[in-house]
């Protein structure tokens, strides 16, 4: 059974940098278009990067991009962010997503078929 582990979440000042880990303790998922999301409390979750099966092709929503870099290493059912510039508006619970088919930078949670547990970011000012 495929199941999504994340870890790499904590608490970091404004300006900081975290690095976000996803494992995928079941089979592979080297077909697998993977991402992040992320939730802050009283929030919907919104789309953070996604990255295609190959690795070939990464995604960003505006808010991150130039701060955060996705990555993966399918020999190592790994996929990590790099978090940079950490701002406390980055603050919430970040989940690793995965997906077979479809369009591979697509922002919409509702076609992420598997959810990590998610791990929890917070910035302070």
């Known amino acids: 059974q495929v199941q999504l582990a994340e870890s790499g979440g904590g608490l970091v000042q404004a300006g900081g940098s975290l690095r976000l880990s996803c494992v995928d303790s079941?089979?592979?998922?080297?077909?697998?278009?993977m991402g992040w999301f992320r939730q802050a409390p009283g929030k919907e979750r919104e789309f953070v990067a996604t990255?295609?099966?190959?690795?070939?092709?990464?995604y960003y929503a505006d808010s991150v991009k130039g701060r955060f870099t996705i990555s993966r290493d399918n020999a190592k059912n790994t996929m990590s962010l790099q978090m940079n510039s950490l701002k406390p508006e980055d603050t919430a619970v970040y989940y690793c997503v995965a997906k077979w088919g479809g369009y591979s930078g697509s922002q919409s949670p509702d076609e992420y078929q598997l959810w990590g547990q998610g791990t929890q970011v917070s910035v302070s000012s």
């Open positions: 990255i295609n099966w190959s690795g070939s092709k990464t």
């Open positions: 079941g089979r592979t998922l080297g077909y697998a278009d």
